[in-house]
């Protein structure tokens, strides 16, 4: 350092020349690079916008394709001779669908080649072109098969292969559904198919355009590539095949910019952009056109580099005098603030922005003293809340832990060390496996997919282990803890022991089913005497006598089905009931129950409509839970319609499921009690209005044997309008089950 000092002054200018010079140079060749990348830049975002507006074209063909296909479907005449010839299968309505497809459709868009008619099933029932009738055309129906794809709606296929209606090509395929016009239900499919170079001429046409605009545009190449990489362009069709593949590099980074040599072994600037359909449309400009101006930019950045350098030697000794050396007294009071010392002061005297910068910091000084009294003080206060608050967790009754994002554990309140019976000494750094792996291997992972995947809360019963070995039984909440950028830095879990509870509710189910269960006998014995009161002849028993008597039949059968679906709930609740399956049709075991309520359906005098899809496969099933169920639901059905309404039952089978649908026009369900149709004892307050009979149990017990066997229940339901109750049962059927007691039908 000393030997610095004795430099000369001389040298310490040349040394600053030097340095200034080299300053200048390399600010030139930066300056020189960032003019290379701004026009590099500037082409990119030509080619943005050349990209953009060929998508606008490209959507429009493919929306016009669309819209023509949509107005086919719309065809009274091809809809008709379908649903005809899906039905009767006559040659001459095929025959007179193909030929007016061809005449009067095929010729209004040149860009179409071929029409086909499918059926539900995907056959070609009708086409353009004879040949193509008998043939397999799902492939361009796939997504078509779902009862929610309705009228108005297409399907647009990627650039496939093909080579339907005697050509070999490459084509696109937009298919729409026939729908019939008084029901909605679709009965096929019209697809159309359009040479892809149709789609690529479109392209042609605008980069032609872009050309004759500006000379700049002479090398452009502008492409369409398609879901696999391969070029759309008539002059790298062979056939079937596409034979040009685009740079893979160049189609998976869309929206940014591209330079490298393409398949002419040209360097060029590109750009890219991603359809929502996988498609993906290149723009391509030649590097060494775009780069013609840079040259003249270059000899620029000399002539004032030489310039910069001379200013810059003039203006050095002012720098250091006036700028350098008070920032120094400022860099050095600012460190000494840093280090606590807020009754520095510094003292420049100057009227520019360094004498402003002076008094500023002398302010922000004194500001910083006052701030960081009043700072201490907050965090003292701070600190006795914390306190207050870790109490408050250290007295409640839960038992809470924080946890980081591995599930090791930060903080357990004393709770946690009563309930698992561990000391917070050797709960904390351990995980919660502590005293869990008690549940199945399914059940952690759904948690920890909530809680660090989704980041989401989590809640749950979950059975741990004391320390003493005792399992118990607690209801779990875990949730996510997030830093201010929103992003998770741990756990918090709270626990509430509910083994006690748990217990009290098992002895609540089994004291119902004893108690069912010893009720069973005497009321069987008493409707047997009223049986046989009731079958006595003759003038034994006087009309009012005979009144009595009915009303106790009533009243019994009331008990006897209340008994019953107690003694159901209780079986269910306990798992005790038997599962025993045999193949079963479900339309039968319908019919069967609809049989028996007949003398119902009679006396409200309701309409009954079925509809039952004849492709229904025999299914695995319990008979009589079966009919529990179907009984429950049509028994609602009757009770809750007015006389002369009407009931729909649909049975309809479904890729993995069967789907059980009975619909009603009668009262409906509440809005605001919608949500606890399914609990036990429940009823809607129209329903015991209107019908007092009712225990409020048959909905959960049909839940409860839905969900046992795989399936799911659920309704749409409207007051005064009706309800629709929807059952659907895996293809699997119900699962076998060992048990002690059968279900009371």
């Known amino acids: ?38 026009i590099s830049d500037a082409i990119f975002a030509e080619l943005t916008l050349i990209n953009n507006a060929s998508r606008v074209v490209l959507l429009d063909v493919i929306d016009g394709i669309q819209r023509r296909t949509i107005d086919f479907s719309s065809d009274g005449f091809i809809r008709d001779a379908t649903q005809e010839i899906v039905r009767t299968g006559k040659q001459e309505v095929i025959d007179a669908l193909g030929e007016h497809l061809k005449k009067n459709k095929l010729a209004l868009d040149s860009a179409m080649y071929g029409i086909n008619i499918l059926d539900r099933s995907g056959t070609v029932v009708a086409s353009t072109d004879a040949q193509e009738i008998g043939k397999d055309g799902s492939q361009y129906v796939k997504e078509l098969q779902s009862e929610d794809f309705i009228f108005g709606a297409t399907q647009v296929s990627d650039f496939i292969a093909t080579d339907s209606f005697g050509v070999s090509t490459i084509a696109l395929a937009v298919a729409a559904p026939l729908t019939d016009k008084i029901d909605g239900k679709r009965i096929g499919t019209l697809v159309s198919f359009i040479k892809a170079g149709s789609v690529a001429d479109a392209l042609k046409i605008k980069s032609d355009l872009f050309i004759g605009i500006d000379e700049r545009y ?42 490298y040599t393409n398949a002419q072994g040209d360097e060029v600037i590109s750009a890219a952009l991603c359809m929502e359909n996988g498609w993906t449309l290149v723009t391509e400009i030649s590097e060494t056109q775009a780069m013609q101006s840079i040259e003249e930019t270059r000899q620029s950045l000399i002539y004032l580099a030489a310039i910069l350098s001379l200013l810059i030697l003039g203006i050095i000794y002012l720098v250091k005098k006036r700028i350098v050396d008070p920032i120094k007294v400022l860099a050095y009071a600012a460190q000494r603030m840093g280090e606590g010392d807020f009754d520095i002061r510094t003292h420049i005297g100057t009227s520019d922005e360094l004498g402003d910068l002076s008094a500023a910091f002398n302010d922000t ?37 924080i946890t980081d994002m591995n599930g090791a554990i930060l903080y357990a309140n004393r709770a946690a060390e009563l309930t698992t019976g561990y000391t917070r000494k050797e709960i904390i750094g351990s ?14 992972k759904t ?50 022991d509910i083994t006690r509870q748990k217990e009290i509710d098992k002895s609540k189910t089994e004291f119902v089913s004893i108690a069912s269960h010893q009720l069973r006998t005497p009321l069987t014995i008493i409707n047997w005497y009223i049986e046989m009161l009731s079958d006595q002849q003759g003038a034994a028993l006087s009309e009012k006598q005979r009144q009595y008597l009915e ?35 479900f339309s039968l075991v319908m019919d069967d129950v609809l049989k028996d309520l007949s003398l119902q359906i009679a006396q409200k005098d309701l309409h ?72 036990k004892f429940f009823r809607a307050d129209n329903a015991r209005e209107k019908e007092p009979d009712g225990n409020g149990l048959g909905l959960y017990i049909v839940k409860s044997l839905v969900e046992h066997s795989g399936g799911r229940i659920w309704f749409i339901s409207e007051e005064n309008k009706g309800t629709a109750f929807h059952v659907e049962i895996p293809l699997a059927g119900m699962r076998a089950k060992e048990g002690s007691k059968p279900l009371a039908a």
């Open 551 to 585: 009303e106790i039949t009533h009243a019994s059968k009331r008990m006897i089905e209340l008994v019953n679906a107690l003694l159901n709930v209780s079986r269910i609740d306990m798992g005790t009931f038997m599962v025993d399956v045999e193949p079963l049709d």
């Open 431 to 444: 995980t919660p496996a502590l005293w869990g792996k008690q549940m199945p291997q399914e059940f952690y």
């Open 365 to 401: 000084a004194e500001k910083l003293r006052d701030s960081h009294i009043v700072l201490a003080k907050k965090i003292r206060e701070v600190t006795e809340d914390f306190k207050k608050f870790k109490l408050a967790v250290d007295g409640t009754s839960d038992h809470v832990i």
């Open 1 to 38: 350092m000393k030997t610095f000092k004795r430099l000369t002054i001389g040298f310490k200018i040349m040394s600053a020349l030097t340095a200034i010079l080299l300053l200048v140079i390399g600010t030139s060749v930066a300056t020189f690079i960032m003019q290379k990348n701004r």
């Open 218 to 259: 002479a090398s452009m190449n502008l492409f369409l590539v398609n879901k696999d990489g391969y070029v759309i362009d008539d002059q790298f069709f062979n056939g079937m095949r596409l034979t040009r593949q685009a740079d893979i590099a160049t189609i998976l980074q869309c929206s940014s910019q591209k330079s």
């Open 608 to 679: 009954i409509a079925k509809n039952y899809d004849r492709s229904l496969p025999r299914i695995n099933a319990d008979l009589k839970l079966l009919r529990i169920i179907f009984q429950n639901l049509l028994t609602n059905a009757i009770k809750y319609t007015q006389n002369g309404g009407s009931i729909m039952i649909e049975l309809n089978k479904r890729s993995s499921s069967i789907t059980i649908s009975v619909i009603d026009d009668g009262f409906g369900i509440p809005v605001h009690q919608q949500n606890k149709i399914f609990s």
């Open 447 to 496: 948690m920890w997919s909530a809680i660090k995947e989704q980041r989401k809360s989590f809640s749950g019963e979950i059975t741990n282990k004391r320390k003493d070995g005792q399992l118990y039984v607690a209801e779990t909440h875990i949730s996510p803890l997030f830093d201010e950028q929103n992003n998770p830095y741990g756990f918090v879990g709270v626990e509430r």
